[in-house]
């Protein structure tokens, strides 16, 4: 079990004698102890469940702020009510007044063998490395689902089948399959990962509440689609990026992540034509606005291609590939339409 879920646990079960203590300016009522908030201010609307289950919506121990929206566990109360900010001190707090034994020291791992730390870049370049190619694995059929069935130049993308996912600090930590995408920069040289955790049953995405996250420095770096020269592509999403690759495929491109990132790109030496895979909202103005500026200073021939729809993927999905591929033909230089296109099927 999980540290922080063991004791959330442990609290619950003395959930009475929890509140006493830290929210002592409250007072119960019924199945209830009625407080302020969760900093031990004399009030009545904050509610903290005396008796339930272990788990659950109606578990003891878990409280509601009425006036702000606020909830959580008792480990939530101690953290405020004690002002404390790190977990360690909050869990050290929970461990006094459950007169549990100190946690044993861990014995010191060789360095080859120690966790890396959450979101670093060498976390990043573990994971890539303990994933595996897409063919053939629920990553493959996501994408075919999204209409994007032509995978050429995709090995920056990866399968992972047990990628781990936590909510937050105090839940415990989840694995579900995972496309896994290495961001990396000029070089080719690995800076970052993206995930996409996936619902093998539905073939999309994982019904949790983030499922996609990006970590290590992403900043001016991309998931990349073949080579980069002369001519490339720039947009935001990766099935953005893959659903317009099905009708360019020979075209390089990268998947910037988000629209931030996107006006943030750097460019290679030897680019002379961008092409701005433009999302259609208000941050996909802002990036095209930015890369079209920053492409001018430095000669570099900006061209926005624009979707009908949402996006590139809803256009593949709604509108038909032929209905993609007439779209991007009026929209790129002619040169580039004979160099890159695909023929018509």
Not at 56 to 77: F, S
Not at 86 to 100: G, H, P, T, W, Y
Not at 229 to 255: C, F, H, K, N, Y
Request: glycine share 10%; net charge neutral; proline share 7%.
């Amino acid at each position: 079990m999980q540290p922080a879920t063991d004791l959330a646990r442990r609290l619950a079960a003395q959930a009475e004698a929890v509140c006493r203590h830290y929210l002592s300016n409250g007072h119960r009522e019924g199945r209830y102890w009625l407080v302020g908030d969760a900093r031990n201010t004399p009030g009545r609307s904050m509610f903290v469940r005396l008796k339930g289950g272990d788990s659950g919506k109606g578990a003891a121990g878990k409280w509601t702020d009425a006036a702000t929206g606020e909830h959580g566990d008792l480990l939530d109360v101690i953290r405020k009510s004690c002002g404390l900010v790190d977990f360690k001190d909050v869990a050290d707090e929970a461990r006094i007044f459950l007169s549990m034994p100190p946690p044993e020291p861990e014995p010191r791992l060789p360095e080859h063998r120690r966790p890396a730390p959450s979101g670093s870049l060498e976390a990043a370049r573990r994971l890539i490395g303990m994933s595996q190619p897409i063919t053939g694995t629920v990553v493959q059929a996501y994408l075919r689902k999204r209409g994007i069935t032509d995978l050429r130049g995709t090995g920056n993308l990866r399968f992972h089948p047990h990628c781990y996912y936590r909510p937050d600090e105090h839940s415990p930590t989840e694995t579900w399959p995972a496309m896994i995408a290495a961001v990396t920069d000029l070089d080719g040289k690995i800076t970052g990962v993206h995930r996409t955790w996936l619902d093998p049953r539905s073939r999309d995405k994982a019904p949790i509440d983030t499922p996609r996250r990006a970590m290590g420095d992403l900043l001016g770096n991309a998931v990349r689609f073949g080579i980069g020269g002369e001519v490339m592509a720039a947009g935001e999403g990766i099935e953005t990026v893959l659903s317009l690759r099905q009708v360019l495929p020979d075209m390089p491109m990268l998947a910037a992540l988000s629209a931030a990132h996107l006006a943030a790109i750097l460019f290679p030496d030897t680019l002379r034509r961008l092409y701005i895979v433009r999302d259609n909202d208000p941050a996909g103005d802002g990036a095209r606005d930015s890369l079209i500026e920053r492409a001018n200073v430095v000669g570099i021939e900006a061209i926005v291609i624009s979707p009908a729809l949402g996006d590139f993927n809803e256009d593949l999905r709604t509108l038909g590939i032929e209905h993609l591929r007439q779209q991007s033909r009026m929209q790129i230089a002619p040169q580039d339409v004979a160099r890159f296109m695909a023929l018509s099927a």
